[in-house]
């Protein structure tokens, strides 16, 4: 079975990436608590290009991806829909590197809302 590289992960693989890293027993020193959320999310580039994803954990102050292909470091748009309502939110990916089955994780600052970005 050919599958398309760039199609969103599955909650499966989700938890096979999950469960190949495992928790970390360092102390990160985050200022926020983060809360673990699996949600379908799409990320857009300045270039254009729009790459599937599933939120892996979301903090008051940032979001954790994964997805399939490098996303560069940089200022994006992430997408995310509940069943009611539909989040749009930029985002600074910060870091982003390969996890198994072909996959990357990466992870992002928020800058906020997406209708509030300025003009260039």
């Known amino acids: 079975m050919s599958a398309d590289p760039w199609s969103r992960p599955t ?21 926020a608590e983060r809360l673990e959320l699996s949600v379908p999310a799409e990320v857009m580039t300045n270039r ?10 979301i903090s008051r102050f940032g979001i954790g991806l994964l997805h399939r292909g490098f996303v560069s470091p940089g200022e994006v748009t992430v997408r995310m829909a509940s069943e009611t309502r ?12 390969p996890c198994s089955n072909g996959m990357f994780i990466s992870g992002g600052r928020f800058l906020g809302p997406a209708e509030e970005s300025e003009d260039d």
Not at 48 to 57: D, L, P, W
Not at 86 to 97: A, K
């Open 11 to 31: 909650l499966s693989d989700l938890r096979t990436v999950l469960e190949a890293i495992g928790k970390s027993e360092v102390e990160h020193g985050r200022a």
């Open 48 to 57: 254009g290009n729009t790459i599937s994803a599933m939120t892996r954990e």
């Open 86 to 97: 539909e989040f749009e939110y930029r985002v600074r990916i910060e870091w982003c590197q």
